[in-house]
Nanobody, 122 residues
Framework: VQLQASGGGLVQPGGSLTLSCAAS????????AGWFRQAPGKEREFVAA????????YYADSVKGRFTISRDNAKNTVYLQMNSLKPEDTAVYYC????????????????WGQGTLVTVSS
């Protein structure tokens, strides 16, 4: 599976942005997927995950209530809707797929996209 993340950019605090992760290759609808982020000088951290059917979602406490993960298996795409953005949300955001085990652990994902930069600043 090849993953291509897009949709990053510069947004003011309090603004919104939607990231997309388009998949190609194997049947993406078979895989759970997740979003991670890495801020400058920090380790990559879990943001959100979604099961293969979209029936269950999981969020980091820092984004719960502000971010929404969703997917459209007909389009082989996973989305991350980000609202009420804060400067501390500034990071490179990565999508990943096919976790074996916990959705929260970076090491459990088989496939990774290249990342898209989100900058929250006035």
């Amino acid at each position: 599976v090849q993953l291509q993340a897009s949709g990053g950019g510069l947004v003011q605090p309090g603004g919104s942005l939607t990231l997309s992760c388009a998949a190609s290759g194997r049947t993406f609808s078979n895989y759970a997927a997740g979003w991670f982020r890495q801020a400058p000088g920090k380790e990559r951290e879990f943001v959100a995950a979604i099961t293969w059917s979209g029936g269950s979602t999981y969020y980091a406490d820092s984004v719960k209530g502000r971010f929404t993960i969703s997917r459209d298996n007909a389009k082989n795409t996973v989305y991350l809707q980000m609202n009420s953005l804060k400067p501390e949300d500034t990071a490179v955001y990565y999508c990943a797929a096919n976790p074996i085990g916990s959705y929260y652990d970076i090491g459990n994902y088989d496939y990774w996209g290249q990342g898209t930069l989100v900058t929250v600043s006035s």
